[in-house]
């Protein structure tokens, strides 16, 4: 398939981007990167913030909120708290990071979501004014799913708004409006260069990234396609175990395959993992005071 997008570079939208978190989880570095030694890190719950010169304030993710553990008090959801050690503090939610940013809640008109995993979307029912945006096959992939099912898929579906369907607009990549070279088919979210999203599917069933129109460079959003940044640089593969918790194994080397390829050919590109602690000090170090 070869088609080719109608948008030429030099009228491409510019956004702006920040990023930052909404707390952590723990994890242990053996799991992130095969063979390395035990050692247990923080996997921080990241969100990313767009701002675009038409369509004003656009997340990426929600992360984690006080919703995580209401979700989470009985089982079998239960079991994923259970499994996934989350440390969430008041004032970590979108809604009080946003207003950090000089942002109000409702001021956000569009929510992009990579997948449905709950640490990326305890956050969803904040927003009471924003058409949400999924890739198709995730949303299909979860929804409806309830107990040990839901369970299965790591979705929480009490973070889930009650008229969530009437402002989703599912993106599908049958449907491309462009393909590129390396990514594959790409979707261009408002026609104008500023945000292209592509599939990269494997850790999820659907999950999707994006390509920001930033300046100076790019930044390339993954969501969970790696979750640390020696993952895609060095094409280090996680450990055996972890495949129990992806979608599809052979969908996530592909997909992480992509984005080392895409790193390669375009080394000027902030790519941004949603869990590595090193990038999120690298793009926001104001963050920290260590």
């Known amino acids: ?49 767009i701002r675009h010169p038409e369509h ?17 008090r009985q089982y079998p959801m239960k079991l994923y708290a259970q499994i996934t050690k989350v440390f969430h503090q008041d004032g970590e939610d979108i809604t009080s ?8 809640i409702d001021e956000v008109r569009y929510v992009l979501i990579s997948h449905f995993h709950g640490d990326h979307t305890c956050g969803l029912r904040d927003f009471r004014n924003a058409q949400f ?15 040990i099912a839901a369970l299965i898929k790591g979705y929480l579906s009490a973070t889930i708004p009650d008229d969530f369907r009437d402002h989703l607009r599912l993106i599908d990549f049958e449907h491309p409006t462009e393909v590129d070279s390396i990514l594959g088919p790409m979707v261009d979210v408002f026609s104008d260069g500023s945000i292209r999203l592509m599939e990269l599917d494997g850790h999820a069933c659907g999950q999707m990234g994006a390509l920001l129109n930033t300046q100076p460079d790019p930044t ?62 690298k793009q926001s170090p104001e963050l920290f005071h260590d």
């Open 220 to 281: 390339f959003l993954i969501a969970d396609a790696a979750w640390l940044e020696e993952n895609y640089t060095q094409l280090h593969l996680p450990a055996p175990l972890t495949r129990l918790i992806f979608s599809s194994w052979k969908a996530f080397v592909q997909s992480l395959q992509k984005v080392h390829a895409y790193h390669l050919a375009h080394p000027e590109v902030q790519i941004i993992p949603c869990h590595c602690e090193k990038t999120l000090r």
């Open 1 to 49: 398939m070869s088609l080719q997008s109608g948008i030429k570079k030099n009228t491409m939208t510019k956004v702006k981007f920040t990023l930052r978190h909404t707390g952590y989880c723990t994890a242990n570095r053996a799991h992130t990167l095969r063979g390395v030694p035990n050692q247990t890190i923080r996997f921080y719950a990241t969100i990313g913030i």
């Open 56 to 72: 004003g304030v656009i997340v990426f993710d929600t992360g984690y909120s006080n919703r995580f553990f209401e979700a989470t």
């Open 133 to 147: 945006i999924a890739p198709k096959r995730a949303w299909n992939d979860v929804r409806g799913k309830q107990g």
């Open 97 to 104: 990071v946003l207003k950090r940013e000089g942002i109000e």
